[in-house]
């Protein structure tokens, strides 16, 4: 199956922000490809707001089978989240875990003003009731397969699928 | 009751003899070796092929637990101990409770050891009362009584003026006085040799040096008083060298090693293994390979098996809070083989430290198969095999640094005075 | 015989002693500590994944310090935290450590965190664990005799780390009473594991263990000397009965010549650190014109551990 191009989405997904933004509004990506997703949306977007920046090991919901992976990020916020419009934003969505786990540490920050979703693409294969605003692409990917965003070392972005 | 015990390789260290030959048993004693006495009619005939007939084993120390110790180990349980270890005499220190100062006590012990499944017992008498270095022990009486020596187990005499006047006392009646070198300041709080692995596991630490200086009162006194002195226990190369030296200079003295510090050091204390808190502390792996060259080379007379049955629940706890000892009446004969085997020593040489001169240090005519010596024997399978665990054990004290492992040597059978008091397994 | 603190697959199963730790471990505790300090910036300082979990503080020996920081640690991640202190009293009333170890874990504990007088008693609680089939109950050791102090050496190596970034050059020194310190034995380990090329410990005789340089350590009893061109320096508290045993003169003399002056820390680099494990005792070993001087970190020190032993605490729970 031919894969969409990365960077061509992120434009696509910047087109479709921008109109439902607010002067406050803050990105999160979260890592690692939800990061390098945000910095293209942050610079496209030209937003005031710095660039915020989540690792949700510490929140996963399958800690106690797998314990911690090696190799954490520092969760990085650094604005107030208290009555600010939140972006959260991932390459994949995929169950909807990491959202979770996402929203949950985003309220340990503060009492946000509203939080919207924007994803690359949507692979379907929902566990939690989790829907995003914005999805640059749909895809159905079966269930035995992992769709990873990967950089290269020029800085260009592009989606790979491997079995997971 | 006689019997003959036919096929096996008969070893007797005190006669120097290793041949295939018969032994013959009757009313207790060794009637004939070879050839049957006349007119013998065996009740009895044990077929030892394969087997090893040697002088039943006499242990300079083990600790019976009687009297005041009861709920650690008993007469009963620690017979049977001695005797699936081919052990058929056996010495035992003075820290009973109440310690073995007084005749009755003697007495009582050797009246419950009366039985013909028992090995023989040699009390070994207090030196000074309550062993607290301060009044001396009525030790006519005391030998009287059964007393074959006087000494203090591990617990130093302070007062060295006391020291000197016990040692005095001993040497007026020619008795045998039996120390444990021991300084009872240095390294008074140790649990361990104070070394690399003390220092690595943060343990407090009894330097070489706790042995060495109480090696050199009790050597100089030994000189100055006459009295015939055995050191027991001795951890260190240097207390080796000290004795050999003491030797030389012309003082007469005795010595014995046991067998957790003839085949284990410091090291083995791996991970707090409370089994190897002992007194003296295993030493490092220096000491121990002179230990093991001076027992082989006889400037160490006997090996012991040190037993110490310790209940689990003083095992239980931090390594430094365990109570000292391991036991070892079942693994004095695979140890002493063990040693043979890794030294290439001939089984003379090697059960020669467990027999004939084990008997000399105890100053008893056991220890051989000599015509008319009392019959005291084991036999083993030298090509057989235990496995030491807390069910094989017959010991009350299930407690041993060896626990888990194969050693060599298997007793088939131990016969007492002619009686057979254990027998393939039981 | 195998490590009895790491799992069949090598990983951390009970955090005992650094000795005998592979680098990776340590490498990787420190890695997974450093996000767990931006927790304390936050508005909620809690964490989720020790969620539903007792975590038993069991202290033979008082400590209020240590027991705190484990404490604040685990109620970060959300744990429930259960204080006992027992003292040496009331395990002379008869209830022996796994007496004590059995009733917990009969109460559902996940985690034990343990401080003893004697040296080894976390290592009998694990043994016991794993004869009892309970290898799901984890064991930290918060400093055991003279043995270990495993949370507080990494501690400290994570300070190191955070002012020097690299220990492959490192000259770093450990001073004053390291006979009895299980602080400066954890120190050592971890010093010597992560490649630290010259680790130096300075002390009168009476205070420097027996073979101590066989852990790989270069011994001074001169202070300028040993003090001289070092990075680091770790100083060890003096207890005050030390000065009963025949160990030394007074506090005083000590002072003199083993406590940490601005006048001997010159001999050390330009920017030498300062650390003490706390509590300090000031006069004794340390000056307090070098505790509250620019070179101390020691503040820090005590910041960072909370986020170390967070790591530990996750680490454990989720192998």
Known sequence: ???????????????????????????????????????????????????????????????????????????????????????????????????????????????????????????GGRELPVCPRWSAQALQIEPGKNLQLERSKAGVLSLRLIDA | MKIQIKNGRLIDPANGIDVQKDVFVAAGRIAAIGAAPAGFVANRVIDATGL????????????????????????????????????????????????????????????????????????VGALTLGLAGERLTEMAELHEAGCVAFGQAHVPVVDTQVLMRALQYAATFDFPVWLQARDPFLGKDGVAHDGEVATRLGLPGIPVSAETIALSTVLQLARDTGVRIHITRISSAAALEMIVAARASGIVVTCDVSINHLHLSDADIGYFDPHAHLVPPLRDRRDREALRRGLAEGAIDALCSDHTPVDDDAKQVPFGEAEPGATGLELLLPLTLKWAGEMQLSLNTALARVTCDAARVLGMPAGTLSAGAA???????????????????????????????????????????GHVAFENGR | MRNPQLTKNGELQHLLTIDGLPREILAAILDTAAPFTEVAEREVKKLPLLRGKSV???????????????????????????????STSSTAKGETLLDTV????????DMFVVRHASSGAPFLMAQHLAAMGLEHIHVINAGDGRHAHPTQGLLDMYTIRHYKQDFTGLVVAIVGDVLHSRVARSQIHALTTLGV???????????????????????????????????????????????????????????????LTADKLACARPDVIVMHPGPMNRGVEIDSAVADGPHAVILPQVTFGIAVRMAVMSMLAGN
């Open chain 1, 1 to 123: 199956m031919p894969l969409p191009d990365a960077e061509r989405l992120c434009a696509a997904l910047a087109d479709s922000l921008r109109p439902g933004l607010h002067p406050d509004t803050a990105l999160i990506g979260i890592h690692t490809g939800g990061v390098w997703v945000a910095e293209r949306l942050h610079a496209a977007l030209g937003l005031k707001t710095s660039l915020g920046s989540l690792d949700v090991s510490f929140y996963r919901d399958d800690f106690s089978r797998s314990g911690l992976h090696s190799q954490i990020k520092s969760s990085d916020i650094p604005f107030e989240v208290k009555d600010r419009p939140i972006v959260i934003v991932d390459d994949v969505l995929y169950t909807g875990r990491t959202i979770r786990a996402a929203m949950n540490e985003i309220f340990d920050y503060g009492r946000p003003a509203r939080i919207d979703l924007a994803v690359l693409v949507d692979r």
């Open chain 2, 52 to 123: 090893v007939v040697c002088p039943g084993l006499i242990d300079l120390s083990a600790r019976l637990r009687e009297p005041g110790f009861e709920y650690k180990a008993t007469l009963e349980s620690e017979m049977a101990a001695a005797a699936a270890g081919g052990v058929t005499s056996l010495a035992c220190p003075p820290d009973t409770d109440p310690p073995l100062d007084e005749p009755g006590l003697v007495e009582m012990l050797k009246h419950r050891a009366r039985h013909p499944n028992f090995a023989h017992v040699y009390p």
């Open chain 2, 375 to 417: 019959a005291d024997i084991c036999l083993f399978d030298p090509r057989g095999s235990i496995r030491v665990t807390r069910e094989s054990l017959k010991s009350q004290g299930k407690n041993t640094p060896f626990l888990g492992l194969e050693l060599p040597g298997r007793v088939r059978c131990t016969l007492i005075e």
């Open chain 3, 56 to 86: 038993f503080n069991l202290f033979f020996e008082n400590s209020t310090r240590t027991r705190t920081t484990f404490e604040i640690a685990a109620k970060r991640l959300s744990a429930d935290v259960i204080n006992l202190n027992i």
């Open chain 3, 102 to 109: 059995d009733n917990l874990c009969a109460m559902q504990a």
């Open chain 3, 197 to 259: 090329p010259e680790v130096r410990v300075i002390g009168p005789k009476t205070l420097i263990p027996t073979d101590v340089g066989k852990l790989g350590v270069r011994v001074f009893h001169d202070m300028r000397a040993g003090l001289k061109d070092v990075d680091v320096v770790m100083m060890l508290r003096l207890q005050n009965e030390r000065m009963q045993g025949a160990l030394l003169p007074s506090p005083q003399e000590f002072f003199k010549y083993y406590g």
